[in-house]
Nanobody
Framework: QVQVVESGGGLVQPGGSLRLSCVAS????????MGWYRQAPGKQRELVAT???????NYLNSLKGRFTISRDNAKNTVYLQMNSLKPEDTGVYYC?????????WGQGTQVTISS
């Protein structure tokens, strides 16, 4: 089993920044995919950004330039740097890890953008 734990959420004013972290632990074979998703109140969960073990990234188009995903393969950790935050970025941010073809999700971390 793989455990996934997110951290770094919080309350930030519009225009501020946050850095989310996600650590995978447990019986890990080969993590080839890590990603961030978010779910706003009353909306479906959506992809924010993903990154492969080789460093290939994919972003929700509307977030390009404000959000940056990165990972530390040695630490089984993925990060999401979020800048110029807007109220519409509010939601629960979830981390997904794919290990040997199986997906594991974290419990999520709340991000609230409000003045």
């Amino acid at each position: 089993q793989v455990q996934v734990v997110e951290s770094g959420g919080g309350l930030v004013q519009p225009g501020g920044s946050l850095r989310l972290s996600c650590v995978a632990s447990g019986t890990i074979s080969s993590i080839n995919f890590m990603g961030w998703y978010r779910q706003a109140p009353g909306k479906q969960r959506e992809l924010v950004a993903t990154i492969t073990s080789g460093g290939n990234t994919n972003y929700l188009n509307s977030l390009k330039g404000r959000f940056t995903i990165s990972r530390d393969n040695a630490k089984n950790t993925v990060y999401l740097q979020m800048n110029s935050l807007k109220p519409e970025d509010t939601g629960v941010y979830y981390c997904k890890v794919r290990d040997s073809g199986r997906d594991y999700w974290g419990q999520g971390t709340q991000v609230t953008i409000s003045s």
